[in-house]
């Protein structure tokens, strides 16, 4: 069902767990399978310098976290919105069609943290 660099991703999850006093908390689920996430970010000067995700999700929830959360590491907030769910399945080389909305609660997770994030800074 999955590609090899979905699996590795999966079974090697990183950036599991959460930043204590994070700079951005984004919280999303997913209504139709009911899974959630959280990701949380440390982020200094406008870059993100750690990012951190726990979710109750599937395989594709886990490998496209842990690589997006890897991607926008040492990214400016404003590169890292546009991360897409697009995007972060061009590295993984894809889903299955009926798995790609598991890589939206990434894509998302990382919009409400930032959004969360730049609230606090007004
Ligand atoms: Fe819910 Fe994949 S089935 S995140």
């Known amino acids: 069902m999955y590609n090899e660099k979905v699996m590795q991703a999966f079974q090697n999850p990183k950036n599991v767990g959460e930043i204590e006093n994070p700079s ?7 209504e139709s399978c009911g899974d959630i996430m959280q ?3 440390k982020i200094e000067n406008d870059i993100i310098v750690d990012a ?4 109750f999700g599937c395989a594709a929830a886990i490998a496209t976290s842990t690589t997006a959360t890897e991607m926008i590491k040492g990214m400016t907030v404003d590169e890292a919105l546009k ?13 299955p069609s009926q798995k790609i909305h598991c890589s939206v609660l ?8 930032i959004e969360d994030y730049k609230s606090k800074q007004k």
Not at 52 to 55: L, M
Request: no cysteine.
């Open 24 to 30: 951005g908390v984004g919280l999303v689920g997913n």
């Open 106 to 113: 990434a894509e998302e997770a990382i919009q409400k943290a």
């Open 52 to 55: 951190k995700f726990k979710t």
């Open 39 to 41: 990701i949380t970010l």
């Open 83 to 95: 991360v897409t769910n697009k995007k972060v399945l061009e590295v993984l080389g894809g889903l």
